[in-house]
């Protein structure tokens, strides 16, 4: 680095030298920027409409279970931001420990229990719980402060799980394989399309009067053929659920669990009329074994897609808990004004009856549309869309941060202590900008070792 810095700006070497990088002065920057980026959000907090937090819990490299607890927050402006609110070290297995943790560190932050109205979090017993599990207990005290919130399981996690128990045999593969489950339709796929390939190649080796499985070509192809739809439709929705809160909010993420169902009914009506719109490699199958009859098992794959279609809406029944209020936030012309809530129907008439904000629906992205309307005239339907704007979705962001607690606490880092953890993973996430001259006007002395 030295050197690189003697080439590419030699003019910059004098300021080089003047930075400090002994661990102690490391140290305290980052408790500093840490420290103000507290501040500014403790500053902020007066300023949120709406909240929602999401917690996922994991052990770091000495065993110790970490609590990573993140808010999503919306203002008057609808302007969101996503920020590490804190994390929490559990020590013990007491029930209502990670309830006291979230308690502690929402208040902390100096944050209203009634603006909160969603928490979301992973599937462990001790958050799902229907009376003391961690988001029960917050939901009652949301309810005791005045306020109301939703629960929900991390979408993602939830999807990955209604997979695993559908089809437990093929839930995970062996360690030594780099296929996970999620990307079996990928895998599927090409084996099809290589399965000449692999034929000439196993009959070379003198593998196939070994496994009268392949041997029977028409048979392999045949189960092939009829699971790359369903699977590479896994594949899809499990990519498009990898994003953070910012880039697709929860509409969108149901959106995309809600189209999966759909497809799912589809390919199910379809293979009980034995229609290969959607199977493009069943009808070559057709056509390479005619004597092959396909359809005296159709029943057999009919049935695997509708323990399919069962079990996805027995996963997201959180979800389906508030449709109709995420329907009214996506598409509010197209809801009927007597299915929704009482106090927001007349609203709601006027605005389908505006010609031009149907326009500006079409025009805008939602938080724009919202932000655009007129808050006399529609402060109710404002105050909905900031409440559906303020959910998590997913712990996908608390999974990002596990892998650079992991990074930043390794085994050659133990003796890394809790806090200063959690100063790292503060100034690592951030998405605000250190007040640097308050921090200068902080110190008593700027030499540069200080």
């Known amino acids: 680095l030295i050197k690189v810095r003697e080439i590419m700006c030699p003019e910059k070497v004098p300021n080089f030298n003047n930075v400090s990088l002994s661990r102690n002065t490391v140290v305290r920057r980052i408790e500093d920027l840490s420290a103000n980026l507290k501040l500014q959000l403790r500053d902020k907090a007066c300023a949120f409409d709406f909240y929602s937090i999401a917690c996922d819990e994991s052990t770091d490299a000495t065993d110790t279970t970490q609590l990573l607890i993140f808010f999503w927050r919306v203002d008057d402006n609808f302007c969101c931001t996503e ?7 559990l020590k013990g297995t007491t029930t209502g420990k990670d309830f006291e943790a979230v308690s502690e560190a929402v208040e902390k932050m100096g944050l209203k229990w009634d603006k909160l109205c969603g928490v979301t979090m992973d599937g462990a017993p001790a958050m799902t ?12 005290k949301v309810k005791e402060s005045g306020g109301e919130a ?5 979408i993602i996690q939830e999807f990955q799980a209604f997979l695993s128990d559908v089809d437990a045999d093929y839930g995970d593969i062996l360690y030594h394989s780099d296929v996970r489950w999620l990307s079996h339709g990928s895998v599927l796929q090409r084996f099809y399309s290589l399965r000449s390939e692999i034929d000439r190649f196993l009959k070379e080796k003198d593998r196939v009067k070994n496994s009268p499985k392949l041997a029977n070509t028409s048979s392999l192809c045949e189960k092939f053929a009829l699971a790359t ?6 594949n899809e929705s499990n990519l498009k659920l990898q994003r953070r809160i910012e880039e697709q909010l929860v509409p969108q993420l149901y959106a995309h669990m809600k189209a999966f169902c759909v497809k799912l009914r589809l390919f199910e009506t379809q293979l009980r009329s034995f229609n ?6 069943l009808s070559e199958i057709k056509s390479a074994f005619p004597k092959t009859d396909l359809s005296a098992k159709k029943e057999k794959y009919v049935s695997v897609i509708a323990s399919l279609v069962t079990e996805f809406n027995q996963r997201f029944q959180d979800f389906s808990v508030v449709e109709k209020q995420i329907k009214l936030f996506s598409t509010p012309f197209l809801v009927d004004a007597e299915e929704v809530e009482e106090s927001l129907q007349l609203e709601l008439i006027e605005m389908q009856c505006d010609d031009s904000l149907k326009s500006q629906h079409q025009l805008l992205s939602l938080p724009e549309f919202y932000q655009s309307l007129d808050n ?5 339907m404002r105050l909905h869309a900031k409440r559906m704007m303020s959910l998590f979705g997913s712990t996908y962001i608390c999974e990002q941060t596990f892998s650079q607690l992991n990074q930043n606490k390794s085994r050659l880092r133990t003796r890394m202590t809790d806090s200063h953890l959690c100063e790292v993973l503060r100034v690592s996430t951030t998405k605000l900008s250190p007040n640097m001259s308050a921090i200068l006007q902080s110190k008593g002395q700027h030499h540069c070792s200080h």
């Not at 920020?83 to 070290?89: H, Y």
């Not at 290969?276 to 490699?281: E, G």
């Not at 006399?376 to 109710?380: D, Q």
């Open 129 to 140: 719980g229907e009376r003391k599990g961690m988001a029960s207990l917050v939901c009652a």
């Open 83 to 89: 920020e590490l609110l804190d994390m929490m070290s």
């Open 376 to 380: 006399a005239k529609f402060p109710l």
């Open 276 to 281: 290969p719109a959607h199977f493009p490699a």
């Open 229 to 234: 739809s369903p699977k590479s439709q896994v």
């Open 150 to 154: 939703v629960r929900m399981h991390c």
